[in-house]
DNA sequence: CTGGGGATCGAG
DNA sequence: TCGATCCCCAGG
């Protein structure tokens, strides 16, 4: 088991990118990490979705719409979005691309790394096979909220991304739960590690 | 498969 | 103001 230099951090500019140049080069096999009650818990980036901002139909800023809900959306690459769903989940994206190009990164599933004990005791006691595989359930288990991290700076010391230490596989496929959303509802823009037993849906 | 649960936002 | 909808999950 490789050791992990959690102070490693992907760099601001890096989320300048376009975001599908994001998610293949820098985001996929990239270790995301909160520390939230004073406890470390990460998870290796093995499943996301991009959502092309303006002219993707199932962005929630699909044609530059901007509400108080997405307005971190708006700003410059490098920050959390989180959002409340389903009346109990939260959802987590990573913004990219400069200030004004509404691109989020969906992160739909991890590899638990660190803070496995943690993980299991917010996440009530699923098998560890389950404890991060779904955009609710790492949300959960890192205990991300929207209180906490929307608009939260991902090169900071509370949430952060650390790079990757190799290339994975990556493969694509359409996005998930999205039936309802218009012309790119079909797009494959989802992304995951080829062959990685942490993945949302087969 | 089902239903819970609450924020959201466009329609009225 | 109101209510259909929502990038989901646990349980049966």
């Known amino acids: 088991m490789q050791q992990i230099d959690f102070s490693n951090k992907i760099e601001k500019e890096k989320y300048l990118k376009d975001p599908f140049d994001f998610v293949k080069e820098d985001l996929l096999g990239a270790c995301l990490c909160t520390v939230v009650d004073g406890v470390l818990t990460a998870g290796k980036i ?3 979705e991009v959502y092309y901002g303006a002219h993707d139909s199932a962005c929630h800023a ?3 719409r901007k509400t108080p809900r997405n307005a ?3 700003e410059e690459g490098g920050v959390a979005y989180v959002y409340f769903t389903y009346g109990m989940y939260f959802q987590m994206n990573v913004i990219v691309s400069p200030a004004g190009e509404p691109n989020g990164i969906l992160i739909r599933s991890l590899e638990p790394v660190t803070g496995l004990e943690e993980m299991r005791k917010r996440r009530h006691g699923a098998p560890d096979k389950n404890l991060t595989t779904g955009p609710g359930k790492l949300c959960q ?3 991300i909220t929207r209180e906490a991290f929307n608009g939260a700076d ?3 010391d509370q949430i ?3 790079k990757r ?3 994975p596989k990556i493969k694509t ?3 998930v739960g999205i039936e309802n959303s218009g012309k790119d509802k079909n797009k494959p823009w989802r992304f995951y590690i080829k062959d990685n037993p942490f993945i949302s849906k087969k």
């Open 173 to 175: 496929a359409k996005r």
């Open 46 to 48: 093995t499943e996301a």
């Open 154 to 156: 991902l090169t900071g």
């Open 165 to 167: 230490d190799e290339t």
């Open 62 to 64: 699909y044609q530059y």
């Open 160 to 162: 952060w991304l650390v």
């Open 72 to 74: 971190v959306m708006f």
């Open 141 to 143: 288990a890192l205990k």
